[in-house]
């Protein structure tokens, strides 16, 4: 298989991407808690195995910083200043929209107000070059083997579920211990 980072993605490929990306996020985040707190809590401002947050950032590195990728380093500064801005915009968004505050850094080393801090940005940082030398060549090249009608359809099933999901957490938000900041330990 080539990894090609230089590839063209289709707005079908970041569809299914930003949807691969944000269930690797929750599983990721879910993991996390649990070996951390030692029990399952879905993780997440919605109800599905997904976490945007995770989605849009790997989506933005794929779409936004496409001349950086031939140096490995700048892609990863660059990818960690994308998804300090989305991850601080999410968490002030969330907080005003909400009226609750899923994540909390205040304690970690080098934070800007518990939005962002150093440990996540260099995560993210690594997490997307993964994205862009690796995970998004390859799992580009496995959903082009699908009929573009499929994936069509896989796209519309995958935006209803996540829009039904939105709009029922716009009302009924995820919250309690394990999942928010007021809810219990992060």
């Keep these: ?3 090609d980072y230089g590839r063209k993605y289709t707005i079908r490929n970041l569809v299914l991407l930003f949807f691969l990306f ?3 996020g929750w599983v990721w985040e879910v993991a996390l808690h649990i070996v951390q707190a030692g ?4 993780r997440g401002t919605l109800f599905g195995p997904w976490l945007p947050i995770y989605g849009t950032g790997g989506a933005a590195v794929l779409v936004l910083l496409r001349k950086c990728f031939k140096s490995v380093p700048l892609t990863f500064l660059a990818s960690m200043a994308v998804c300090s801005v989305i991850e ?15 994540w ?15 440990e996540g940005a ?15 060549p390859l799992a580009a090249s496995q959903i082009d083997k ?36 007021s809810g219990g330990p992060q």
């Design 88 to 102: 601080y915009f999410s968490s002030w968004w969330l907080e005003w929209t909400k009226g609750v505050r899923y």
């Design 39 to 42: 029990v399952f809590a879905n």
């Design 104 to 118: 909390d850094y205040s304690n970690y080393f080098m934070n800007l107000n518990g939005r962002i801090c150093l």
């Design 146 to 181: 699908i009929s573009p009608r499929r994936q069509a359809a896989l796209c519309a099933v995958l935006l209803v579920l996540y829009g039904a999901d939105n709009i029922y957490s716009h009302f009924h938000p995820n919250v309690g211990e394990g999942i928010t900041e």
């Design 122 to 136: 260099l995560i993210f940082g690594l997490g997307c070059c993964a994205v862009v030398y690796f995970a998004g």
């Design 1 to 3: 298989i080539e990894l």
């Design 22 to 24: 944000s269930f690797v």
